[in-house]
């Protein structure tokens, strides 16, 4: 994310460094696949099965003696194949080596295929890396081995029934949504569930007290990505309620990727279909940054119009571009544009530097955070912000991932924490205390990392939350 000036006539996106890492298409596996076999044929015929035909073929060396009318190999001297009498030696004639090494060869060449196969399969079917949710230096994520158990997940046994259940869940249920506005799909795993569009929450049991009500909008860290239902921030935050006496029922209202400015949206939809509840909280901070990012990324200014990255992404993609473009034109093909007719090339920005892509992000953050002031005003709610740690809200730490931009995301975090507007409660440093791996790459963590977050998001909110149950009179 280093100045570099920008060109004449630039494209969005010119003169940065493509740090995008593009996930393995079915396509490019189906070459590498061909490439495999091709080369285990290849190298089968060109090396293996000539050595092995040697005999059957003569080995090259024959003698222009004859011999009771037949010729016979001779190392060093090859004849003139047209020579009368030249005929290749009876099985009686060969040595038993001789006589079994072409057998050999021909049962050897479907074993080889066999094995071509397995490699086949292999390329093909073996999945491909996965990209971390959030990459704070690129929007597109990092590579992630997902045959490799992160540090911070050493100890959890269930981590790889789980990983693979979300990843399920994700690719063939629909349960992350890649387009703003759509809600999760209710699913259900061993220990990750959806209920009513929502993750489900630890509750405490049943009491004479009357709960006091929370609804907690967050992107992936809220919904929890790293822990158990029971183990989330917000079900920590329930236990942590309860064991001061007082029922909070918190509804985890974490959706993956979005910003703030599309949680505000949700919050005033939520608002006409449900009561009120007691108390309403923010978490956010990482999704702003990546949405700041792709706006660096990109070559594009601070846009008037929100993005979600995510969705950005998605819709350019080319299979969903040429999709879009068959279902407005039918199936037509392109004709010539009408004289005038032409689109106006989108704004460029000159490239920032990493404390820039900072400002970017809690300026956007803070435009939109006059949304859910306005409306929790509006309709009298107690309301709580939270900025959120990552992985670069502390020094860095063994076991976790450590990649070539860090330095600057290291920048760009700091600066964002700086420029926090009043209102906003900065929990970047909650996880300060913990010297072990927490995070499985630049945003979400393991579910101590969720106990310590919650500690200090209580920290914060126990004042409030005891004003609700004195006023219940519990």
Not at 89 to 114: C, F, H, K, N
Not at 233 to 258: C, T, Y
Not at 345 to 358: D, K, L, S, Y
Request: some cysteine.
């Amino acid at each position: 994310m280093s100045p570099l000036e920008p060109g004449a006539g630039q494209q969005p996106g010119a003169g940065r460094p493509d740090r995008r890492v593009g996930t393995t298409s079915l396509l490019e596996r189906t070459g590498r696949a061909v490439v495999s076999v091709v080369g285990t044929v290849v190298a089968a015929v060109l090396l293996v099965v000539p050595w092995l035909l040697r005999p059957a073929i003569g080995d090259g060396r024959w003698s222009a003696a004859r011999t009771a009318g037949r010729w016979r190999p001779v190392l060093g001297h090859r004849p003139d194949p047209g020579s009368a009498g030249l005929r290749h030696p009876t099985d009686d004639e060969l040595s038993p080596g001789q006589r079994w090494r072409p057998r050999i060869a021909v049962a050897l060449v479907p074993v080889l295929l066999v094995l071509a196969g397995v490699a086949v399969w292999n390329v093909v079917d073996r999945p491909p890396p996965v990209r971390s949710a959030y990459s704070l230096a690129d929007p597109g994520g990092t590579p992630v081995d997902r045959t490799e158990t992160p540090a911070a997940f050493a100890d959890a046994e269930w981590y790889a029934q789980y990983q693979g259940d979300i990843e399920y869940a994700a690719t063939w249920f629909d349960a992350v949504p890649l387009v703003d506005g759509t809600p999760l799909q209710d699913f259900n795993s061993t220990h990750l569930n959806v209920e009513d569009g929502y993750r489900r929450t630890w509750s405490p049991p049943p009491c004479d007290c009357t709960p006091v009500t929370m609804w907690l909008y967050g992107a992936s860290t809220v919904f929890g990505l790293g822990q158990r239902d029971d183990h989330t921030i917000a079900s920590e935050l329930a236990k942590l309620a309860w064991a001061d006496g007082i029922a909070l029922e918190v509804a985890n209202r974490g959706i993956p990727a979005e910003q703030h400015w599309q949680e505000a949206n949700r919050l005033r939809w939520d608002l006409t279909r449900e009561q009120a509840p007691d108390l309403v909280a923010f978490y956010d901070g990482a999704s702003d940054v990546v949405g700041a990012s792709w706006l660096e990324q990109q070559g594009l200014p601070d846009v008037e119009a929100p993005i979600e990255p995510l969705t950005e992404t998605f819709l350019a993609s080319p299979a969903i571009s040429q999709a879009i473009r068959d279902y407005r034109s039918r199936g037509q093909a392109q004709p010539p544009a009408p004289p005038g007719v032409a689109v106006e090339p989108a704004p460029t920005a000159a490239p920032r530097t990493p404390e820039e892509v900072g400002e970017l992000a809690v300026n956007r953050y803070e435009r939109a955070r006059r949304m859910s002031v306005d409306l929790t005003e509006i309709h009298g709610l107690r309301t709580f912000w939270f900025w959120q740690p990552t992985r670069f809200s502390r020094p860095p730490v063994d076991g976790e991932p450590q990649m070539p931009t860090d330095d600057d995301s290291r920048v760009t975090a700091e600066r964002a924490r700086e420029m926090l507007p009043d209102g906003v409660v900065d929990l970047s440093g909650a996880l300060d205390d913990s010297s072990a791996p927490i995070f499985s790459d630049d945003v979400h963590h393991n579910e101590d990392g969720a106990r310590l977050v919650a500690a200090a998001m209580y920290e914060a909110l126990g004042p409030t939350l005891e004003a609700l149950r004195s006023r219940s009179g519990d």
